[in-house]
Structures are given as structure tokens and as C-alpha cells.
């Protein structure tokens, strides 16, 4: 395959195929409320006839926006982070934004390396999911200056702004259904908690209201699993093997829960007669296996939404206002939760 290399289009071959000064080409691509619709238009036709693309770094040099936001995120493997990535996404472009997307699979070493890349490409903002990041990352974006939104967590006393729900306390209301409807051999189904706040701060939260409650969680019924549907299912299927078993189940989230879901049923339990099986997200697609999973709600696409918003104005503001921004849990009932029996 050979390559045709030609002489890029700028932004004065575009103004002379517009009949229009360099200026206005340039007004309208930075302030396009300023440029008479028309023009706009007669401008818009040369771009598209030239082939013409902006040298954007070359803006950013000159002290401009690159008018884009870097997101990480743990995993874009399934859906978890599915519905917030695109609220924010369709946020942020309404701002005029475009996103960039990286993946670390879990390591926050991984994920410093990725911010880095982002920084080099002179991003104008970084969104993180949830407030557990290396020192590395901290102090990187504390000496860049770089406007920075935690997404996915809340806490009152975030290092940077932040948009999310309150992950201890969503472990304390799934925990609680169960012991509200008479279930105290509950068993723990979460992922590792390395690097991952989100899971640690919902195990915590169970864990505390177990104890509230004077129930212990006995050893064999804590079981760590990843966030797979498929191994979630084989750890269940061991864990309700043995002969003494938990009568409800609670899942670090709505992926651990579905693996769980049909691991009772290929043990041959059913689900909520024999075993509850409580989740935490209620991603989409909880609602429709069956029996529709009980869970609590985190508002992903509230998230999303809200923190595309917060963060755009953060960002052109010449006044940003830090801002924490909590989003209300709902508890979720459905087919997988009844009492004890």
C-alpha cells in the first residue's frame, strides 16, 4: 500500500477559496457567534473541499485551548463504566470538547503514565474515576496546574473537584435490605480492593453495618472475585458448593452479581427462594435478566452529565469555583431479594 503525501492545506488557502480574510477563518473556528451564518457556511464549504484540519498543537503553543479533556478510566471492558463515559462525553462536546479515553486496567502506575501522555498532548482538563490515584498522579497534576474532576466518588473532603455518589454508604443500604428482610448468613462477594476505592469503600461500608447489626460474616463466605461475569460465576458456584452456605449473597457490583445470579442457578438454587443476591450500580441490562436484580442505584448517566458540566464551566471560567457535587443513591428492588424464609 503506498502513501500519497501532499502539501497540507492552511488556513489562507481556505480564506482565498472562501474569498474571505484569514481572520475570519479563524474567528469562526474559535468564535463561530461572531461570524455572520453565511459566511460561516461559504467558510465551512472551502474546509470541507480543501480537506482543511487545524494544527491544534500549534494553538496550544500559542496559549490556546486544544479544546480537549482526557478521561481514565479502570476498564472500558464491560459495562460499568459504559453509561457515565458517554453522559460526559455528550456533556462536554456540548461545551465544544472532544474527549480523549485511556485505560489502565487497574494500576494506578499504569495510570500515571497515561495522565502523562494526556499532558503532552496539552489536554485542558483530566477526569479521573473515583479519588484513589498514586502520589505521583497527585503531585504531577498539582505541579502542572492542570484542572483535574474526580468522577464516580464522593467524599466531603476530595483533594480535587469532584461529581459522584457516596460509596460507603451505598455498601451500608445494599447490606442493610438484606438484614431488613431477616438474612443473617450473608455471605461478601467484592473484587480486590487495590487501587479500586469504589469497591473498598462499599466493602467498608457493609462491613460496618454488619457489625452494627452484630453479624459476622463467616470466612468462607468472603470470596474475591474479578469484575467478570464469567469467573464471578465460578467463585459462586464454589461458595454455595460447601455444605453450609449463606442464604443472601452481596456483590461489590451488578457484573459480580450477575455471575452470581447463575451460579445459584447451576448449584440448582433458586433465586430469591433458596438464595437473595444483592447488587450495587444497577448498570444497564440489571433489569433485564431474570429475575430482574435487586441493587442499589448509583446515577452513572447523572454523573456523567453533571460532572461534563461542572468541569467545562471550571475550565473557561476566569473564576473557577472548586466545586463537590453529591448525587442521591436509590435503593432498587426487584426479583433477586425476598425474605428469609
Known amino acids: 500500500m503506498s502513501l500519497n503525501h501532499t502539501v497540507k492545506v492552511d488556513i489562507v488557502a481556505v480564506a482565498k477559496?472562501?474569498?474571505?480574510?484569514?481572520?475570519?477563518?479563524?474567528?469562526?473556528?474559535?468564535?463561530?457567534?461572531?461570524?455572520?451564518?453565511?459566511?460561516?457556511?461559504?467558510?465551512?464549504?472551502?474546509?470541507?473541499?480543501?480537506?482543511?484540519?487545524?494544527?491544534?498543537?500549534?494553538?496550544?503553543?500559542?496559549?490556546?485551548?486544544?479544546?480537549?479533556?482526557?478521561?481514565?478510566?479502570?476498564?472500558?471492558?464491560?459495562a460499568i463504566f459504559a453509561e457515565v463515559i458517554q453522559a460526559f462525553s455528550d456533556s462536554i462536546a456540548e461545551a465544544g470538547f472532544s474527549l480523549l479515553i485511556a485505560s489502565h486496567g487497574y494500576d494506578l502506575d499504569r495510570e500515571y503514565a497515561m495522565i502523562r501522555k494526556f499532558l503532552e498532548h496539552r489536554v485542558d482538563g483530566l477526569a479521573l474515576i473515583g479519588l484513589e490515584h498514586s502520589d505521583a498522579t497527585f503531585r504531577l497534576i498539582e505541579q502542572q496546574g492542570t484542572p483535574t474532576v474526580a468522577i464516580w466518588n464522593y467524599t466531603e473532603d476530595t483533594p480535587v473537584p469532584?461529581?459522584?455518589?457516596?460509596?460507603?454508604?451505598?455498601?451500608?443500604?445494599?447490606?442493610?435490605?438484606?438484614?431488613?428482610?431477616?438474612?443473617?448468613?450473608?455471605?461478601?462477594?467484592?473484587?480486590?480492593?487495590?487501587?479500586?476505592?469504589?469497591?473498598?469503600?462499599?466493602?467498608q461500608g457493609a462491613q460496618e453495618m454488619l457489625a452494627e447489626?452484630?453479624?459476622?460474616?463467616?470466612?468462607?463466605?468472603q470470596s474475591e472475585t474479578p469484575y467478570s461475569i464469567a469467573q464471578a460465576k465460578s467463585v459462586a458456584v464454589d461458595l454455595?458448593?460447601?455444605?453450609?452456605?449463606?442464604?443472601?449473597?452481596?456483590?461489590?457490583?451488578?457484573?459480580?452479581?450477575?455471575?452470581?445470579?447463575?451460579?445459584?442457578?447451576?448449584?440448582?438454587?433458586?433465586?430469591?427462594?433458596?438464595?437473595?443476591?444483592?447488587?450495587?450500580g444497577d448498570f444497564k441490562g440489571s433489569a433485564d435478566i431474570e429475575p430482574g436484580l435487586s441493587t442499589i442505584r448509583i446515577p452513572a448517566g447523572r454523573i456523567g452529565r453533571m460532572a461534563g458540566e461542572k468541569f467545562c464551566e471550571f475550565i473557561t471560567s476566569d473564576t473557577p469555583e472548586f466545586f463537590r457535587v453529591p448525587c442521591a443513591l436509590d435503593c432498587v428492588l426487584r426479583g433477586t431479594t425476598a425474605p428469609r424464609g
Not at 188 to 197: A, I, Q, Y
Not at 245 to 274: E, F, M, S, W
Request: one cysteine or more; charged letters at 20%; hydrophobic letters at 40%.
Open 162 to 203: 469532584c461529581v459522584g455518589s457516596d460509596n460507603f454508604a451505598a455498601g451500608r443500604m445494599a447490606v442493610l435490605h438484606l438484614l431488613e428482610q431477616g438474612h443473617r448468613d450473608i455471605g461478601l462477594l467484592f473484587p480486590n480492593t487495590m487501587g479500586n476505592d469504589r469497591a473498598r469503600h462499599r466493602l
Open 213 to 221: 447489626w452484630g453479624v459476622e460474616v463467616a470466612e468462607n463466605w
Open 17 to 78: 477559496a472562501a474569498k474571505v480574510s484569514a481572520s475570519t477563518v479563524s474567528r469562526t473556528f474559535n468564535h463561530p457567534d461572531l461570524v455572520n451564518p453565511a459566511t460561516r457556511r461559504k467558510i465551512e464549504r472551502a474546509v470541507q473541499k480543501l480537506g482543511y484540519i487545524r494544527n491544534r498543537a500549534a494553538q496550544t503553543m500559542h496559549g490556546k485551548r486544544s479544546a480537549t479533556i482526557g478521561l481514565v478510566v479502570p476498564t472500558i471492558n464491560h
Open 240 to 280: 454455595l458448593s460447601e455444605t453450609s452456605r449463606p442464604t443472601a449473597l452481596l456483590c461489590g457490583n451488578d457484573v459480580i452479581a450477575q455471575g452470581a445470579l447463575y451460579g445459584a442457578h447451576k448449584c440448582g438454587l433458586d433465586v430469591p427462594g433458596d438464595l437473595s443476591i444483592m447488587g450495587i
